[in-house]
């Protein structure tokens, strides 16, 4: 049995303070406009529907992990 493997994840030390605030910004508004958007698909078709609040959970998700580290870049700059 193969020993499981981490998810390779974006290094955000990359990304300034005010970069990574901008970022989850656009990331959190283009989330909610894309489940919106699928919510709006159901007319036109089911799978889209999926799609789209897929999509849209994806790029929330990313946006509160962006907002996480700029959280824990706060709190060591504070101690």
Avoid: H, W
Wanted: include cysteine; hydrophobic fraction near 45%.
């Amino acid at each position: 049995m193969k020993k499981k493997e981490k998810v390779r994840r974006t290094d955000l030390s990359i990304y300034s303070n005010d970069q990574l605030k901008k970022y989850s910004r656009y990331l959190m508004i283009i989330g909610i406009l894309l489940i919106c958007a699928g919510v709006a698909a159901t007319l036109i078709s089911p799978a889209l529907f999926l799609l789209m609040i897929i999509a849209g959970a994806v790029c929330a998700i990313a946006g509160t992990d962006y907002k996480k580290e700029l959280k824990k870049r706060e709190e060591m700059f504070n101690d």
